[in-house]
């Protein structure tokens, strides 16, 4: 397993007048997350994209327990389990920094595609990284 | 089963640089819907929330067939099948206005919560009104 | 002068916990709203991109007198009162639906770029529909 | 003057199809930095808020020279310059890392109201704080 732990904090611009953040947010803290996780193992998604791959999302969830509120620093814990096949996996844990409280959980799926949207076998590179640090 | 189409269209601030509608852009767009469906049976959340009763997300998922692109006319097709209990399920279909093609399907699951976040019932008027329009 | 009135509605998303709309957001509803004028006079975007013409903004401004709030309908009245050069200028007041209360008023400044990002004259298509609409 | 630079990232949710960031997001950076900014001298906006004060955006511009890219490293420089008193201006100049480019200009000008809305002074504790830093 590949697991990082993304710390971000909560701004204004995403929090509603329940005074959480909208739900729809987690997803975008799941994408920072995420690059971040594959930026640590050397992996740039700007040199992927350049070499033709693209890894749109074809399923997301996401479960939700407790609200983050303004000003509050968070931790999404993200992690992939198994190596890319057809798709990908990755998982979210995002935690409440002060109080190590589990606010929401989620996953995201990733396919490979090429620029006019025929699947593709995942990148060689991202692979070889991903299973080193996977089996390493 | 109570089902509202709602329409609205893509614009720039959606679209990411793979030239579709950004994963997350499309629980906005499911919560434009919901509120539509609630709001044409005469359920305005505005009131509910003055008398004190909130519907956070407590669950979200969507799947993702195909993108919408900028300009795009689009078709939130939004059902309510069975009425709330302690959770409240609305299931959305999106599809591109021209061809009639699904691009994603999704849900949301809703809770029902006091100011203090304490579970509460869900309100009556909300009941009752989705219940004659379910079984109407 | 070109002017359009582009109609919405205020959701969850757009709210912060002041319980009004967070302030970043009226810059989209400017650009759905540019975006309707376009169209309302045969100006698609996607065609202009398509033909190699981007549109970017070089300077916004906004300015805020009132809140709008949650199901809130607003009206984004979009006007466009001199014809392109190296700029266009497009602006917007925007008023709240149920009282006509003036809540916001902004514009956008936009140049005519290449894909490479090289300043090119305004496409003829947009300066002859936009002169005609203007002038006529 | 007070200054503080905000260092953050560009992500995919920030990109529009022109493979830049889409304009009203520098608007939450922005605000993201004058968060850190007056977090960084002991100002928490969530206390402020707790003892009733709000500082609502009462005028926003910003203008755009270069667009930062996925995966760009940016700083945003926030700059206080004179003592809050009605009304109080943070100025921004954005710059990509990894050559200092300057990539946006702006300035917010904030007012001070209650949670009806009505104009307050500014907060004694912020104005105290930002005092000793500004002449200090």
């Known amino acids: ?28 803290y799941f994408e920072q997350a995420r690059t971040e996780l594959l930026n640590g193992l050397g992996i ?12 749109p999302v074809v399923s997301a969830t996401c479960d939700y ?3 983050a509120r303004f000003e509050d620093e968070i931790i999404v814990r993200t992690m992939i389990k198994d190596l890319p096949r057809a798709r990908m ?18 996953y995201t799926i990733h396919g490979f595609i090429d ?7 995942p990148p060689k590179a991202l692979v070889e990284k991903l299973s ?5």
Chains 1, 2, 3, 4 share one sequence.
């Open 89 to 106: 996996k990755i998982e979210y844990e995002v935690y409440r920094k002060k109080d190590n409280q589990l606010l929401v959980t989620g």
């Open 44 to 55: 740039i998604l700007t040199d992927i994209e350049d070499e033709g791959f693209f890894l």
């Open 1 to 28: 397993m590949v697991q990082y732990d993304y710390h971000t904090k909560i701004y204004y611009k995403d929090i509603d007048q329940m005074g959480v953040v909208y739900y729809a947010r987690y997803f975008e």
């Open 115 to 121: 620029k006019e949207g025929k699947p593709k076998r």
């Open 132 to 136: 080193s640090a996977i089996t390493g």
């Open 65 to 67: 327990k407790k609200g």
